[in-house]
C-alpha cells in the first residue's frame, strides 16, 4: 500500500478507490475514535465516512478526503485567513450543538456536549463538499468552552508543522487574527477561565516541545488575571 501521510503515532495509506487505511504504528486501538466519528456523522458534522474497522481495532478504513488542509489554505490566498478562521468557529459551534454521548469520558467541570479537543487548522481539510474534521482520539463530553479555549491556546502557542513561507505568515499574523476573529465570538470570564485551565493542562502533553509549554505556561497566567474569581 502507498504510504500517503504519517501522524505522530499512526500512518494512512491508500487502500481502494475513494478509501485510506489509517494505522496506529504502537497498535494501540482506535476502534473507539471510530465509534466517535460515526456518531458524529450520525449527527449531520463532517468526518471522513467509515467503512470498517480491523486488525482488533488497531486499523481503520475510511473515506478519502481530498483537499488541502485549513492551515494551508489559510494563506494561499492570505486575505482569507479571516473567512477560514470564521469557518473554524463555525465548526465549532456545530459541533458543540450536538450531545455528548454517555460512553465518552467526561471532562472535569462537567458539560453534556460533542468536544474534539484537538479542533484546529491543522485538523481540518477543504474538501470540494467544504470542510471535514478529522483526527478525533481526544474526542471528549464536557463544556464547549473547554474545546474553545484549548483550540485557542493551541493556535496561539503551538508550532506550525508547515512549509517555513507559509509557516512565517501565519506565525505573523495568527494571534491577532485569532483573537479579533475567532476568541472574540466567546469573549468573557468563562472564555479566559477555561483558556488559563485547558493551556495549564496542554503542559503536560509529552508531544509539546519546551518553548510551546513555556508560551502555553504564559497564556495561562494572562488568560487567570483576566477571568475574575
Known sequence: MKLLASGRDGDIFEFAPGLV?????????????????????????PVPRIEEVRADGTEIVMERIDGPIMADAMVRPPWKLGAHVRALADLHDQLHEIPGP???????????????????????????????????????????MADVALTYALICCGRIPLPRPVAAVLNAVRTPVFHRTFARRYLGPDFYRQVAEMAELKCFDPNMAPDETRALLRLAGRSRSRAPG
Open 102 to 144: 454517555d460512553w465518552l469520558p467526561e471532562m472535569p467541570g462537567g458539560g453534556d456536549r460533542l468536544l474534539h479537543l484537538d479542533l484546529h487548522p491543522l485538523n481540518v481539510i477543504m474538501s470540494p463538499r467544504g470542510p471535514v474534521v478529522i483526527d478525533w482520539p481526544n474526542a471528549r463530553r464536557g463544556n464547549p
Open 21 to 45: 487505511l489509517r494505522r496506529t504504528r504502537s497498535g494501540r486501538s482506535i476502534a473507539h475514535e471510530a465509534r466517535t466519528m460515526r456518531y458524529a456523522a450520525e449527527q449531520g458534522y
